[in-house]
T-cell receptor, first 119, second 116 residues
């Protein structure tokens, strides 16, 4: 079974600075997807960034980028120029790249990292 | 457009009561997922629907949990004879088609269930 581990329960960053959130995962599959989700206090989960395992190039979305190390099964999120609105819980998630529906569609989440942004 | 909505947002139930949690997915979304998020934890998969068919219910913790999506749109998660360990936030997510991983799962705000 696949597992996702986030070893940092809490992180803090100064506004405008850069912070990196860690995530490792375990799988025997060769093709899969990895995600970072943001969950603000209102609890609506929002997709931040997605990485396809077959792509070597790291995904980037504006101030958010990932460092995907497939051999090490590591998937960290870097937030540049941190803003007050970035404060939230961040969840790393895994999804099998199945071609059919069923359980291959569901996400497997880590326990999350609470990010605080100091003004 | 409208996102995924869930009701009620908060539910307090006495131990032993039955509860029903509703999810309205984004219109046209084929796939619907239910997740359970305990305090301080990440969401955990409960069950999955493709249209009205429940294709996977492997995550349901006991036979007290039941989910349905009779017309392929609105879904209801029912918990019978609630117990304290059922206290959690229940999240619903929908996507255009789960079989294609490029389709994003959109989450609702969740229902926080507290069993006293």
């Amino acid at each position: 079974a696949q597992t996702v581990t986030q070893s940092q329960p809490e992180m803090s960053v100064q506004e405008a600075e850069t912070v990196t959130l860690s995530c490792t995962y375990d799988t025997s599959e060769s093709d899969y997807y990895l995600f970072w989700y943001k969950q603000p206090p209102s609890r609506q989960m929002i997709l931040v960034i997605r990485q396809e395992a077959y792509k070597q190039q790291n995904a980037t979305e504006n101030r958010f980028s990932v460092n995907f190390q497939k051999a090490a099964k590591s998937f960290s999120l870097k937030i540049s120029d941190s803003q007050l609105g970035d404060a939230a819980m961040y969840f790393c998630a895994y999804r099998s790249a199945g071609n059919y529906g069923g359980s291959q569609g569901n996400l497997i989440f880590g326990k999350g990292t609470k990010l605080s942004v100091k003004p | 457009g409208a996102g995924v909505s869930q009701s009620p947002r908060y539910k307090v139930a006495k131990r032993g009561q039955d509860v029903a949690l509703r999810c309205d997915p984004i219109s046209g979304h084929v796939s619907l997922f239910w997740y359970q998020q305990a305090l301080g934890q990440g969401p955990e998969f409960l069950t999955y629907f493709q249209n009205e068919a429940q294709l996977d219910k492997s995550g349901l913790p006991s036979d007290r949990f039941f989910a349905e999506r009779p017309e392929g749109s609105v879904s209801t998660l029912k918990i019978q004879r609630t117990q304290q360990e059922d206290s959690a936030v229940y999240l619903c997510a929908s996507s255009l088609e789960a079989a294609l991983p490029t389709y994003e799962q959109y989450f609702g705000p969740g229902t926080r269930l507290t069993v006293t």
